[in-house]
């Protein structure tokens, strides 16, 4: 089984999915960054985080000074183009999981487009909320991958684009 | 960066920004003190929870709370 490291943009929403927890079984370990785990106040978010740090299938991950590094420079390029810029926490996220080969948990636009203009970052493997939700049906985790993301996305209010579902058409149909 | 990949994100920020527009609540937006109604807004605009919790002097969660819960912003990107 893989790891993953995930992102302030990928946890706010994932977690207000009620079957939530569920992720763990996709995953030895999921990482959050320091610096992610700084940005999160809310009861219900600590709730979900200290449960599985505890359980296990949460770990922190650090703030290792020549990823930090790296990720600065990575902010600081993005931030050149035209487009949504990577914020320092996704930043940090992307190149752990190009250095570690951990799978990147985020719904964050920068960070997403960045992996797709950036050679360096084409190989990191980004998974959104909509690809755990198949990986959940392909896994036999959840019954209808549609009726699934249907909820998903009443429950965190996080909303699809017609280019996300299109990637999928053959199983929504 | 090819233009072809930059126009395809270009729209794609910009298909992401209508449809915050369109599911955002404005007459709450509106009523919000200055700082929380700049937030929301810049919100709107942009996607950028981060800048937008900063502004507001909230946390990032619970901004996006407020975002989801009260103005209706659903996340999108």
Known sequence: MASAIADTSFLIDWIRYSKSRLIFRLFEVIYIPESVLTEIRSERSLTWIAEGLEEGGLAIFPELPDISREALNLVARSRRLPIRPVDYPEAFCLVAGRRLDLTVLTENGGAIALASYDPEYSNVKILRGIDILYLLWRSGLINSFKDELEIYQQETKHIYSRRDLDRYREHLK | ?77
């Open chain 2, 1 to 77: 960066m090819s233009e072809k990949i930059l126009k395809e994100w270009i729209e794609r920020f910009k298909e992401a920004r209508e449809i915050r527009r369109r599911y955002a609540n404005w007459d709450f937006i509106r009523s919000q003190p200055p700082k929380i109604r700049i937030a929301l807004e810049y919100y709107v605009e942009t996607g950028d929870f981060r800048t937008a919790a900063k502004m507001s002097n909230m946390s990032v969660d619970e901004f996006i709370e407020i975002a989801k819960e009260s103005a209706n912003i659903p996340t999108v990107d």
